[in-house]
Each structure stands twice: as structure tokens, then as C-alpha cells.
């Protein structure tokens, strides 16, 4: 094990994913602190709808913004002067604090869990970076084409993370949000005779929820509203089977992890998570609604083979890919 470090994290505190990190960390040895550098309250979430988001939707620029998170960000580096910082995503801070990071010098790694092409970094902010820990291969063959140092360090499920335990539902679920692709293959499943249900605010029917998404209609599926982690965990694993359903990426989400984790039937869409798990016998691979649908249909008949997937699928996991095994990586990229 390294040794014991004073670790700053700055995160996002999208659907608490710092705590996983900070609680892998911690049980690594070191004295962990966290900032949720976009973290806000109601007012704050209210306020950021009319100054932020309606204003890009518009076309104008997020700079305040960018200075507002970056300056946040150097005052929680200064305040707490750690040895080590781990900075995750991070594309939404100014120059001002790539700047204090160059001049401070202090180990640090970036960990990615989105294309880089997808974000707001520049060749600046990872140059000054530090080691990048991304869960795309593809970005990590770019980024060590340029010269800089980068490594694949997939996502990962935290098993110490509470599950709500619902009763088995004969229906299949999609936890995500909502895009064009995911509704025509779980519509393509519901025309099909099979029970689906997909839960998100982008899905939910919920007057609030379609406020806060701008829109008008709804998709006319059963759907339910956002759920915490362990509703979701609780929701996947009770379900028929879950949908893994990727756009285009080329790094494999949190979800595809999450699903083996809590033992549920995966259903995915991209034939090289075999990366990370055996298709067949962990997990469930389709090509196209055709597929999809008889991989449901079979989950739901054949109970044998649906729990020998969530037999294998947790087993995989929790050797091999939870925040634990993950932060070892990051540590053996800011000790070499």
C-alpha cells in the first residue's frame, strides 16, 4: 500500500459518486476531504435555470460560471494544501485554476468518466492536469499521441452502497436518460407485447420533471421519475432484466457496472464488454432490437439461465470492478 496521504478531492456531485471515491480512498489509508465543487441548494438549482441554463440554450457564453466553479476550486486547493489532489472531470473551471495547479506543482491526477470531446477541457487544462485516468481507450491513445501521460481506468460499482429492496417485477427496466435510440428500442420492446418501464426525469411524466427538462409532451412509455442509487440499484436488480444502452461511446458507464453489481440481469448493447465481463455467461449482448427483445423474453422464461447471469455478473464485479480496485489505479498514477 502507499503511503498515507492528505487527499483533496474535487468532484462533481453528480448522484454522490464522491462518496464511492472517498470511501475507496479512505480504505486505502488516507485522510480523505471532498468538495462537490457544482454542489447547490434549491435556490441554487433554481438560480442556475435562469442564469446558466437558459441563457446557453440561447447561445450566450457559461464564462461567469467557469470562474465562479474555478474560483471555488483554488480556494478549497489553498484551504486545504493536500498532498494529493484528484481532480474528477473538471472541465467546467477557469485558466486561473490550471494555472494554480502549474505553480503549486503538487502530485494530482485527472480522472475522466466522459469523452474528452464531450467536455469543456482544452490543451491547456490537460497539459496542467496532471496523469490522466479516463475511461475511454480511445481518448487515452489521443492523449499519449500529443505527449502526455494517460491511462484506462474504467468506472466501477461501490458495493458499500445501500440497495432499497423491492419486491421481483416481471418488466424491463432502463435507468438513464433519454435519447432517441433508448426510447425506439424500449418502444420496439413495449409494441412488442414486453413490459418496459424507464425512469429519469427526461422520461418521467411528472409536471415537474417536465419543467425542468423544457418540454412539453412526454414519450408515452411507463415511466417513472429520478431515482437515488440505491432506487436504481433496487430497481435494476428486481427487474425481469435491465437495459444497458450506449450512444457513442467508446468508454463503458457507470451503469454497465453498476447493473453486474447489484446482481441484475444486463442486457447490453456493445459486443466489446467483453473488456470487462464474458458475454453469455455474465452478461447478455445484443445487435439490435431483434435481439433485444429475445434476450428479454429468454430472461423472463428461463429463470436458470437469467440467475446464472446474476450469479456470474456480481461475482465478476465485485473481484474485479469496484471503487476500491479503481482507486489503486489512480494511486499508481500519482506515486510514479
Known amino acids: 500500500m502507499t503511503p498515507r496521504s492528505r487527499v483533496l478531492v474535487l468532484s462533481p456531485a453528480f448522484h454522490g459518486y464522491w462518496r464511492s471515491l472517498e470511501r475507496a ?21 433554481l438560480g442556475a435555470k435562469a442564469l446558466h441554463e437558459l441563457p446557453e440554450r440561447l ?26 489532489l484528484v481532480v474528477v472531470k473538471g472541465d467546467a473551471f477557469d485558466d486561473d485554476f490550471w494555472d494554480l495547479l502549474a505553480a503549486r506543482r503538487q502530485r494530482r491526477v485527472l480522472w475522466l468518466y466522459d469523452e474528452l470531446r464531450r467536455t469543456g477541457h482544452t490543451a ?14 480511445l481518448d487515452v491513445e489521443a492523449l499519449r499521441a500529443r505527449g502526455l501521460r494517460a491511462e484506462h481506468v474504467p468506472l466501477a460499482h461501490d458495493p458499500h452502497e445501500p440497495v432499497t429492496p423491492y419486491p421481483p417485477r416481471d418488466e424491463v427496466v432502463f ?4 435519447y432517441p435510440g433508448r426510447e425506439a428500442l ?7 407485447g414486453l413490459p418496459v418501464r424507464a425512469h429519469g426525469r427526461d422520461w418521467s411524466e411528472h409536471p415537474v ?32 432484466a435491465t437495459l444497458n444502452i450506449h450512444g457513442d461511446q467508446d468508454g463503458f458507464t457507470m451503469r454497465t457496472f453498476e447493473a453486474c453489481g447489484v446482481g441484475a440481469v444486463q442486457l447490453v448493447d456493445r459486443a466489446d464488454v467483453a473488456r470487462h465481463y464474458e458475454p453469455g455467461t455474465e452478461v447478455a449482448v445484443f445487435s439490435g432490437a431483434d435481439e433485444a427483445r ?23 464485479t465485485l473481484a474485479e470492478h469496484t471503487f476500491d480496485v479503481r482507486a489503486r489505479s489512480l494511486e499508481a498514477l500519482w506515486t510514479a
Open 209 to 240: 420533471d417536465r419543467a425542468r427538462t423544457w418540454r412539453l409532451g412526454t414519450p408515452g412509455l411507463p415511466a417513472g421519475r429520478d431515482l437515488a442509487r440505491p432506487d436504481a440499484y433496487g430497481v435494476m436488480a428486481a427487474a425481469t
Open 25 to 45: 480512498l479512505a480504505g486505502r489509508g488516507h485522510e480523505v476531504r471532498t468538495v462537490r465543487y457544482d454542489e447547490r441548494g434549491p435556490a441554487g438549482r
Open 294 to 316: 429475445d434476450l428479454a423474453r429468454r430472461a423472463h422464461t428461463d429463470r436458470p439461465w437469467a440467475d446464472a447471469l446474476r450469479r456470474a455478473g456480481r461475482a465478476r
Open 124 to 137: 491547456l487544462s490537460l497539459a496542467l492536469a496532471g496523469p490522466v485516468a479516463s475511461y475511454s481507450p
Open 59 to 84: 447561445g450566450a457564453s457559461d464564462a461567469r460560471r467557469r470562474a465562479a466553479l474555478g474560483r471555488r476550486a483554488r480556494n478549497a486547493v489553498t484551504a486545504h494544501d493536500p498532498d494529493v
Open 186 to 192: 424500449l418502444r420496439s420492446l413495449a409494441d412488442a
Open 175 to 178: 435507468v438513464g436518460a433519454r
